[in-house]
């Protein structure tokens, strides 16, 4: 697999489609610190990380009604080409009804987090 971050995003993105309740990923600490982020932003309900037989992540998804909470998610930075922001440079997903995922010196973020801290970094997704 060439972009285990994309994987996981496409994982979620098609399971909020099909209303599946939860979600099994490979864990990474990076995936981890996004899967938090996607919590804390209210687009999942919970994320725990299970060690046996394999450690893997398992989101439970959010849903209103019979649509999904998360609309969309998008990869930004992929390994073919990686984007770069700077601060002033992060922007603001659908108006700021959406979110930017950073991954900064001092952590994956959200883009509002990044500006205040004014922090660049690599851009890796949008969800909205």
Not at 1 to 7: A, E, F, L
Not at 28 to 52: H, P, Q
Not at 66 to 86: C, D, H, W
Request: aromatic share 4%.
């Amino acid at each position: 697999m060439t972009d285990p971050i994309s994987d996981m995003l496409t994982r979620i993105r098609n399971a909020s489609q099909a209303l599946l309740a939860d979600v099994e990923v490979s864990h990474s600490r990076m995936k981890e610190s996004i899967a938090n982020i996607l919590k804390k932003e209210g687009y999942i309900s919970d994320c725990t990380v299970a060690s046996k037989p394999v450690k893997k992540l398992k989101l439970k998804l959010k849903f209103q009604g019979r649509k999904g909470v998360i609309v969309g998610m998008k990869r930004v930075s992929k390994p073919g080409l990686r984007r770069y922001v700077r601060a002033v440079e992060i922007p603001r997903v659908l108006g700021g009804m959406g979110t930017a995922i950073v991954s900064t010196p001092r952590g994956v973020m959200t883009g509002v987090e990044a500006r205040k801290q004014n922090l660049g970094g690599e851009l890796i997704c949008y969800v909205w």
